[in-house]
């Protein structure tokens, strides 16, 4: 069975350091993995996704992921926050053979300090 | 086509009453899905359909709960007999394929009193 966890339920940055939100996973099979932002009362934005291609996956913001597959992880990193990186970040799985349906890990929760 | 629409944005409700909300998804995508969200968790999966066939149902969704796509354009989720366990944002994604890239609405938030 797949499952997400996400290892620390917030985070707490100051303006312009790195950020580093933790996800490790669990999977049967080759997985897809995602990062989803969501800013409060806004709908789930699409940071980034891994499909079997390049371990190491850019996303929008100057965010991105490595996936480790002997780690079972796929930390998403900054390397300066903003002020408007404050939002819940989820890390995501999904398996083809499971119809697509993403598995969210429980969020982490990023707060910006200016 | 601007993306996933979903209606109504809130709907407040007495214990007992059914609510319906709609998802309107990008007009190319045949699948769709259900989500539910309750205060500080992650979505979790409801249901999803294959254009009209719906696929599969989570544990979640009990006999209360009945979700159609009758063209395989739109969808509707039913609650029926609400309870206060049921106030939750309720979000629907469409993709073209699975793991191809999902886009998630805003959402219904339902609120049972």
């Known amino acids: 069975a797949q499952s997400v966890t996400q290892l620390d339920s917030h985070v707490s940055v100051s303006e312009g350091t790195p950020v580093l939100l933790r996800c490790n996973y669990s999977?049967?099979?080759?997985?897809?993995l995602f990062w989803y932002v969501q800013h409060p009362n806004k709908g789930l934005q699409l940071l980034l996704k891994?499909?079997?291609?390049?371990?190491l996956v850019k996303g929008i913001n100057g965010f991105e992921a490595e996936f480790k597959k002997s780690e079972t992880s796929f930390h998403l990193t900054k390397p300066s926050a903003h002020m408007s990186d404050a939002a819940e970040y989820f890390c995501v799985v999904s398996e083809y053979n499971q119809g697509g349906k993403l598995i969210f890990g429980q969020g982490t929760e990023l707060s910006v300090k200016p | 086509d601007t993306g996933v629409s979903q209606d109504p944005r809130h709907k407040i409700t007495k214990r007992g009453q059914n609510v319906t909300f709609r998802c309107d998804p990008i007009s190319e995508h045949n699948r769709l899905y259900w989500y539910r969200q309750t205060l500080g968790q992650g979505p979790e999966f409801l249901t999803y359909f294959q254009n009209e066939a719906q696929l599969e149902k989570s544990r979640l969704l009990s006999d209360r709960f009945s979700a159609e796509r009758p063209k395989g354009s739109f969808s509707t989720l039913e609650i029926q007999r609400t309870e206060q366990g049921d106030s939750a944002m309720y979000l629907c994604?469409?993709?073209?394929?699975?793991?191809?890239?999902?886009?998630f609405g805003s959402g219904t938030r339902l609120t049972v009193v």
């Open positions: 999977s049967s099979y080759s997985p897809s």
């Open positions: 891994y499909t079997s291609a390049a371990t």
């Open positions: 994604a469409s993709s073209q394929a699975a793991n191809y890239g999902y886009t």
